[in-house]
């Protein structure tokens, strides 16, 4: 599999020669702070994050941990590293680390984990993301010094290149369960957990409260400009604490960053229901002009261009002459709805992608 490309650069000034507003579905990190949010952040009440004396850091870890079941959080710059530290954290030099193939852990972070924790991955099979008990099973070994042991199964909820794929609870918890009668320990990368929540209707304690880590981002569709937390016990937090420093993400003034996380969890959850039918709208204009869409999960889909006998990166540029920017992951166009994406955009959209294919 390609790597996941590409934001077409000229779509801004293609959208402005449109004679429009561009409509950004190339990813849901591409929203700008709200007017709201940008207040909160600037009233910001700050200390020194890394002596553990920011108010806004520590009102933002104490609620996240309540929110996900967990005793403890803390708080880094991004996703991606809180993905580092708790692989870190939970596991040791040769470990495998259980992943989906199209995993971002697996996928979409450089090797990072290999790196800086020396795992191996072992990856599976699954259904968009989707993977069985069985594989915990077949990728765990007794004590040995042959073996390479089974340090940690990772999760993603949703899973961004299943096409914004739920796991089921049931499935879920059967994974967890295979996991935990092991001794090993769970960690979820939850970048869009609050899309599993919205979309689910399942609290997100019950999704984090039975794992080991679990964290959610700021930066996707929750809107913010900055911020990732990672929960769980107090000792596994502690612990996480010495690779936040050792990977550079212990920070000083960060309140000026949970302002705006906590902006998020107060005024822009339940609005994720939103970009859930707006996916849904785009989803059906789409498959009525004879696209292979995938399914409408939460906030993402793929879209082949083959199944109209088009191609993705050339597919990609026409839509951006058009004002609407898509990126492509191996082959195909990915599409994902936001905060700064409303019911007309999605309408643009569809007439673009309608005008492309000379169905207008
Ligand atoms: C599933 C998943 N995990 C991790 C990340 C990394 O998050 P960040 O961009 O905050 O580093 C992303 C980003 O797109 C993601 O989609």
Aim: glycine share 12%; aromatic share 4%.
């Amino acid at each position: 599999m390609a790597d996941a490309r590409l934001l077409d650069p000229g779509a801004a000034a293609s959208a402005a020669a449109a004679g429009g507003d561009l409509v950004d579905l190339s990813s849901d990190t591409q929203t700008r702070p709200t007017v709201g949010m940008r207040a909160a952040i600037a009233a910001a009440e700050v200390g020194d994050e890394q002596q553990r004396g920011d108010p806004t850091v520590t009102a933002l870890c104490e609620r996240v941990a309540a929110l996900l079941g967990q005793e403890a959080a803390v708080m880094l710059p991004s996703g991606l590293m809180c993905n580092l530290v708790a692989i870190a954290t939970h596991t040791s030099p040769g470990d495998l680390v259980l992943v989906e193939r199209a995993a971002h852990i697996a996928r979409a972070e450089a090797g990072g984990s290999a790196l800086v924790s020396g795992v191996q991955f072992e990856v599976v099979d699954g259904e968009r993301g989707v993977f069985g008990p069985e594989a915990v099973a077949a990728a765990h070994a007794e004590p040995s010094n042959y073996w390479p042991q089974l340090g940690l199964v990772a999760l993603e909820q949703t899973h961004n290149f299943g096409g914004g794929s739920l796991w089921p609870l049931d499935g879920y918890d059967a994974v967890v369960a295979a996991a935990h009668e092991r001794d090993v320990p769970v960690h979820v990368d939850g970048a869009r957990l609050m899309n599993a929540v919205v979309a689910s209707g399942i609290d997100a304690a019950r999704w984090g409260g039975g794992v080991d880590s679990v964290w959610i981002d700021f930066t996707k569709g929750l809107g913010a400009p900055l911020g990732a937390v990672l929960a769980g016990s107090h000792e596994f937090i502690e612990r996480a604490w010495r690779f936040k420093h050792r990977f550079g993400g212990a920070m000083r003034q960060a309140g000026m960053m949970a302002a705006g996380c906590l902006y998020a969890l107060d005024h822009h959850v339940e609005r994720l229901a939103d970009d859930h039918a707006n996916l849904a709208r785009l989803r059906d204009g789409l498959v009525a002009l004879g696209l292979d869409v995938t399914p409408a999960d939460t906030n993402i889909v793929f879209i082949d261009p083959r199944s109209v006998g088009r191609e993705a990166a050339e597919l990609q540029s026409a839509l951006a002459g058009r004002g609407v920017r898509v990126s492509v992951v191996s082959g195909r166009l990915r599409a994902l709805t936001h905060l700064d994406v409303d019911t007309d955009g999605i309408d643009r959209a569809v007439e673009a992608f309608a005008a492309e294919l000379g169905r207008a």
